[in-house]
T-cell receptor, first 116, second 112 residues
Framework: GAVVSQHPSWVICKSGTSVKIECRSL??????MFWYRQFPKQSLMLMAT?????????EQGVEKDKFLINHASLTLSTLTVTSAHPEDSSFYIC????????????FGPGTRLTVL | DQQVKQNSPSLSVQEGRISILNCDYTNSMFDYFLWYKKYPAEGPTFLISISSIKDKNEDGRFTVFLNKSAKHLSLHIVPSQPGDSAVYFCAASDGGSEKLVFGKGTKLTVNP
C-alpha cells in the first residue's frame, strides 16, 4: 500500500498566529513530497516541492518565508503557515512521491485551514 | 495560464449510462497523464493513467483515451454508478519532471 496522512485535518486560528501542518508517508519512504493548495472550485495548485535533507523548492509566486517547509525525515514533511491571514484560509494537501516505474504521487486527506 | 483545462465544471448522468469527462492540454512536452478522483474534504486518489506512447488504457469500468494531435484526453466510465459521484481531476507531467499540473476538475453526479 501507499498511505499518506495529514495532521490536523482541520484547524482554525487567529490572524497573526502560525500553524503547522504535518504530512506523513505511513508505509513507504518519500524523499520528495509536494504541498498543494486548493481554493473552492479551483485546481490543486502546487506550492512547493519538499526534499528530504535539503531546502524546499517553491513555485513562482509562493512566499517561502510565509510558507515554511521542513522535510526532516524520509516519512515526514511539515508546512508552517507563518503570521496567518484570512486570505491564507484554504485547503492544503500534501502528496508523497513513491519512486516506482511511474513515480506515483500519493495524496494525503488534506487540511482545512480557516484564519479568523 | 492554464496548461491543463477541464472546461466542464460539472456533469450529470444516469446510473448505468456512460460518463465522459474531457481534458485538454496546451504543453506539448507533457507525456504522462493521470486522472484522479476526489471526494469533498479528502485528498485525490489515483484512478487511471496513460503514457503518451499509447492512445488508450483500460481498467475495468474506466478507460482513458489520448489524442495527442488534438492535445485532448478523455475518461470514460461505463456503466456509471452512484458511487462514482465525485470531482475528477485531470493531471499531466512531462518526462523530465515529477511535478503534476492539474486541471480545475469536473464534478460528476451519477443519479440513481
Amino acid at each position: 500500500g501507499a498511505v499518506v496522512s495529514q495532521h490536523p485535518s482541520w484547524v482554525i486560528c487567529k490572524s497573526g498566529t502560525s500553524v503547522k501542518i504535518e504530512c506523513r508517508s505511513l508505509d513507504f519512504q518519500a524523499t520528495t513530497m509536494f504541498w498543494y493548495r486548493q481554493f473552492p472550485k479551483q485546481s490543486l495548485m502546487l506550492m512547493a516541492t519538499s526534499n528530504e535533507g535539503s531546502k524546499a523548492t517553491y513555485e513562482q509566486g509562493v512566499e517561502k518565508d510565509k510558507f515554511l517547509i521542513n522535510h526532516a525525515s524520509l516519512t515526514l514533511s511539515t508546512l508552517t503557515v507563518t503570521s496567518a491571514h484570512p486570505e491564507d484560509s484554504s485547503f492544503y494537501i500534501c502528496s508523497a512521491l513513491k519512486r516506482t516505474v511511474y513515480n506515483e504521487q500519493f495524496f494525503g486527506p488534506g487540511t482545512r485551514l480557516t484564519v479568523l | 495560464d492554464q496548461q491543463v483545462k477541464q472546461n466542464s465544471p460539472s456533469l450529470s448522468v444516469q446510473e448505468g449510462r456512460i460518463s465522459i469527462l474531457n481534458c485538454d492540454y496546451t504543453n506539448s512536452m507533457f507525456d504522462y497523464f493521470l486522472w484522479y478522483k476526489k471526494y469533498p474534504a479528502e485528498g485525490p486518489t489515483f484512478l487511471i493513467s496513460i503514457s503518451s506512447i499509447k492512445d488508450k488504457n483500460e481498467d475495468g469500468r474506466f478507460t482513458v483515451f489520448l489524442n495527442k494531435s488534438a492535445k485532448h484526453l478523455s475518461l470514460h466510465i461505463v456503466p456509471s454508478q452512484p458511487g462514482d459521484s465525485a470531482v475528477y481531476f485531470c493531471a499531466a507531467s512531462d518526462g523530465g519532471s515529477e511535478k503534476l499540473v492539474f486541471g480545475k476538475g469536473t464534478k460528476l453526479t451519477v443519479n440513481p
